[in-house]
């Protein structure tokens, strides 16, 4: 379980970006943090993952607490990151190269072990002798999402990982958080497109720096007048459901879609 207690966060010569955020989120749960540009969003996702520290408050990753020097190295192992912008998460050319550079400390089988499983679970297996250059935009994002999978994190948080990225990339972003969810991952990622809500079990609003409201998936549907009082546009599934008086949660996309034809 990650617990996220009375956290606070400024920058320097700056007013809170985030103001008293409590939060627990339960292993296995797939968690969506949306709001607007300058909420506060990427700044939680950098303190989850352990890449920014807070002198106030406390963000505890299994009973660890990230606060504490003798804790943090532990506790930030638990927890990997995918960035809006692969190209600032890659060092190497190579893939392969830039898979096991994390992993030097295990041995060669090991090591082409995870190597293999986390490219195959991003469907980029096939790519691995190619160069980084070569790929799009979106390959770039799974190579990414593939080498953090290859630490064997158990927490993975996910900062906008579409935001860069075409329709069809964000189609197989999507599917890989849906398959990470079935393997047993917990999963966080932050979003401001309406549609990603829809991968969530539970939907945290971040407005100003504060939660201010917190949707079951489940109660999606009967909490439209929420969306819409924090000016978040409804997903396009959940309008269509609206106007055809369909239950979202009855019905797949793809169901959905069926039914419309």
Excluded: H
């Excluded at 969306?227 to 599934?237: A, G, R, T, V």
Aim: aromatic residues 6%; contains cysteine; glycine residues 4%.
């Amino acid at each position: 379980m990650i617990k996220i207690c009375n956290l606070n966060f400024k920058y320097k010569n700056s007013s809170n970006i985030l103001k008293n955020i409590n939060l627990e989120i339960k292993e296995g749960e797939t968690v969506a943090i949306i709001g607007k540009n300058g909420s506060g969003k990427s700044t939680l996702a950098k303190l989850i993952s352990g890449i920014m520290k807070t002198k106030n408050g406390n963000i505890i990753i299994d009973d660890l607490d990230l606060a504490k020097k003798g804790e943090y190295k532990e506790a930030v192992k638990k927890v990997g990151i995918v960035f809006q912008n692969p190209e600032n998460q890659i060092i190497f050319n190579n893939i392969y190269d830039e898979l096991s550079f994390a992993l030097k400390n295990l041995t060669k089988e090991e090591i082409n072990n995870r190597i293999t499983t986390s490219l195959k679970k991003v469907d980029m297996y096939d790519y691995i002798n190619n160069d980084l250059y070569s790929l799009s935009l979106g390959q770039k994002q799974r190579i990414a999402i593939a080498e953090i999978l290859a630490k064997s994190p158990k927490y993975l948080v996910f900062d906008e990982p579409t935001t860069m990225i075409d329709s069809t990339g964000k189609e197989q972003i999507y599917n890989i958080i849906k398959n990470l969810k079935k393997d047993g991952y917990t999963i966080i990622y932050t979003s401001n497109l309406a549609e990603e809500i829809l991968l969530a079990d539970r939907i945290l609003i971040l407005k100003n720096g504060q939660i201010v409201n917190e949707i079951k998936k489940d109660f999606l549907m009967e909490s439209i007048d929420i969306l819409e009082q924090n000016d978040i546009k409804l997903p396009m599934i959940v309008e269509i459901a609206l106007k055809l008086g369909i239950k979202l949660e009855e019905y797949s996309v793809d169901e959905l879609v069926r039914k419309i034809k």
